[in-house]
Each structure stands twice: as C-alpha cells, then as structure tokens.
T-cell receptor, first 114, second 110 residues
Framework: EAQVTQNPRYLITVTGKKLTVTCSQN?????MSWYRQDPGLGLRQIYY???????DKGDVPEGYKVSRKEKRNFPLILESPSPNQTSLYFC?????????????FGSGTRLTVV | SQKIEQNSEALNIQEGKTATLTCNYT??????LQWYRQDPGRGPVFLLL?????KEKRKERLKVTFDTTLKQSLFHITASQPADSATYLC?????????FGKGTKLSVKP
C-alpha cells in the first residue's frame, strides 16, 4: 500500500531531551516535507526537501533539524525540545511539480514536551 | 508578505445543497493551488490541483475554479452529504514549498 509512515504516533518527552520522529515513504516521491499543526495557527511548514541531500527551511524551522540521506526517509530531529514544540506533526511526500498529484500525508505524531 | 487566506472559519449548510468555499491570495501569483480535506486528528487528504492557466477542474461532485483577476479560488461540493463534513484546506505551491490556509470547517446537516 502506498503510504507515508511516521513513528511514533504519540510521544511525551521532557524539555531538553533530544528526539527524532521518523518518516518514510514507499512511493519513490521526490518531495518530502514536515508540518506542525496548532489550534488557530493551521498547518505550518517546518522544512522541506526536493531531493536527496537537498533541504530548505519552511516558515517555522527554528528548533528543528532534518536530513535527507535517502529518498524514502526524512527524519525530523529536535535537538533540545521545549514546551512550545508541543504540537501535532505531519510528514508528507509528493511526486513534485509537473504532475497533478498533491502531497500524501502521514497519520501524524502528537508530541508533548513537559 | 505572500498570503493565502480562507476567509470563512466555518460554513454550515443543509444536505443536498452546494457548498462553496473561498480561498484568496495576495502579493503573488501562484502557479497552482491545491485543495485538501482534513478530518479531526488525521492528516490532510489531497483532493484537487488547479493551475493558473486552468479556469476550472472537476472530480465527481467537486469543482474548483481559479480566477487570477480576482486572485481567488472557489471550491464547490455539489449535492453535499453529512459525510462531506470536514475541514477543507487550500494551499499554494512553489516547488516543494506548499503553504496552507487555515481552513474552513464545513458542517453538512441532514
């Protein structure tokens, strides 16, 4: 089944403890992206990648890192999580421009930082 | 700044009617716009993409228009059903940089 898989689905952690949220897609998509969603603020893009080893900042990149060493994986790293990073996170992938396909989203990771 | 706005936070309509949702953009001309559906606690699901040189696109009961003069896209659901109740998001894209509006929550009453 074509899908974007994020892990974990739920995570509670403490301030300052490094964590990684994994994202993998099996559709051979070029583009991958991370979003966070907060009430009243909508979906905001954190980072995106248009190809292996190519990443760019979205609207809210502070406090996050990403890497794209392989086409299928795009992990999100929080080096020193803070309570304001408590949010619902989505990973997404797409074939890219020139097609009529949009992004396929994962099921989400609900992160709580205490 | 380049904004994409969905002016209505919520829209309530009766089953069987046509729902019309609006998406406006300012300070730029997007090459394309996309529309997504999102159910509570779940990831958005892609519905339609319309390019700037396309006036209209349809998919089953869905229709999207793109008016570059008004800087606006309209999203229509005809013969709406309670199962269409969800939040609908529009997004403007440039390469991988897809920016979303805050969404319109549609409620279809039986």
């Amino acid at each position: 089944e074509a899908q974007v898989t994020q892990n974990p689905r739920y995570l509670i952690t403490v301030t300052g403890k490094k964590l990684t949220v994994t994202c993998s897609q099996n559709m051979n998509h070029e583009y991958m992206s991370w979003y966070r969603q907060d009430p009243g603020l909508g979906l905001r893009q954190i980072y995106y990648s248009m190809n292996v080893e190519v990443t760019d900042k979205g609207d809210v990149p502070e406090g996050y890192k990403v890497s794209r060493k392989e086409k299928r994986n795009f992990p999100l790293i929080l080096e020193s999580p803070s309570p304001n990073q408590t949010s619902l996170y989505f990973c997404a992938s797409s074939l890219g421009i020139g097609t009529d396909n949009g992004y396929t989203f994962g099921s989400g990771t609900r992160l709580t930082v205490v | 700044s380049q904004k994409i706005e969905q002016n209505s936070e919520a829209l309530n309509i009766q089953e069987g009617k046509t729902a019309t949702l609006t998406c406006n953009y300012t300070n730029y001309s997007p090459a394309y716009l996309q529309w997504y559906r999102q159910d509570p606690g779940r990831g958005p699901v892609f519905l339609l993409l319309i390019r700037e040189n396309e006036k209209e696109k349809r998919k089953e009961r869905l229709k999207v228009t793109f008016d570059t003069t008004l800087k606006q896209s309209l999203f229509h659901i005809t013969a709406s059903q309670p199962a269409d109740s969800a939040t609908y998001l529009c997004a403007r894209g440039s390469q991988g940089n897809l920016i979303f509006g805050k969404g319109t929550k549609l409620s279809v009453k039986p």
